[in-house]
């Protein structure tokens, strides 16, 4: 079983709906949740970390459930720029290095 | 603006080649990493160095070395090329502790096609 799993879709997504996908993973000690955006032949970059209280950055919203041990992104008015794939990205404590855990991503299609 | 550079973009080497991947990094991180990564498989650690010499193997060492002799450069060597090996890979580094999930960066990627 993998560590960290995600619906690899593509959600295919009507410009300025809203769109939400979420992220399993395996380790119930799982430390750190972070989602990372990665378009087409180029590298992740850092979309947002996930606080335990829920985040938002703009459009973007980020949930963590511990007790389910899943985290959820959520964009609201999507644009056509969010096309990409989403990375859902997991820290251990005993990757004390700061080896990170990854998903396969979610792809986001959005249309006009 | 930080940055990790990967100096060979697209390369084609021939099966049993010795291929040579160059990562450098100017933000003083410790940790260095070597990911490749394929379609629906996502990103797999090959290997990691949190210092200068050391290395750790990841999920997928084989058919890898690396070599950390300076701090900002770290070398994915394939030491003979095989067509499995055909991939993206991707050089990355962050600094160790609570913030590594966010201070992670990563070089454009090496897109190695092994004929």
């Known amino acids: 079983r993998k560590e960290v799993e995600q619906d690899p879709g593509p959600f295919n997504v009507p410009e300025g709906a809203t769109v939400a996908f979420n992220c399993t993973y395996s380790n119930s000690a799982s430390q750190s949740f972070f989602w990372y955006r990665q378009d087409c032949r180029k590298e992740p970059k850092l979309l947002m970390s996930?606080?335990?209280s829920g985040n938002e950055d703009g459009r973007f919203t980020a949930q963590l459930n511990r007790a389910s041990q899943y985290i959820s992104l959520l964009i609201r008015d999507s644009k056509l720029s969010d096309s990409a794939t989403y990375l859902c990205?997991?820290?251990?404590?005993?990757?004390?290095?700061?080896?990170?855990?990854f998903g396969a991503g979610t792809q986001v299609v959005v249309t006009p | 603006d930080v940055k990790v550079t990967q100096s060979s973009r697209y390369l084609v080497k021939r099966t049993g080649e010795k291929v040579f991947l160059e990562c450098v990094q100017d933000?003083?991180?410790?940790?260095m990493f070597w990911y490749r990564q394929d379609p629906g498989l996502g990103l797999r650690l090959i290997y990691f160095?949190?210092?200068?010499?050391?290395?750790e193997k990841g999920d997928i060492p084989e058919g890898y070395s690396v070599s950390r002799e300076k701090k900002e450069r770290f070398s994915l060597i394939l030491e003979s090329a095989s067509t499995n090996q055909t991939s993206m890979y991707l050089c990355?580094?962050?600094?160790?502790?609570?913030?590594?999930?966010?201070?992670?960066?990563f070089g454009e990627g090496s897109w190695l096609t092994v004929v």
């Open positions: 996930v606080y335990s």
């Open positions: 933000m003083d991180h410790e940790n």
């Open positions: 990355a580094s962050n600094a160790p502790g609570e913030y590594s999930g966010n201070t992670i960066y």
């Open positions: 990205v997991v820290t251990l404590p005993t990757d004390s290095w700061g080896k990170l855990q």
């Open positions: 160095s949190y210092d200068v010499k050391m290395k």
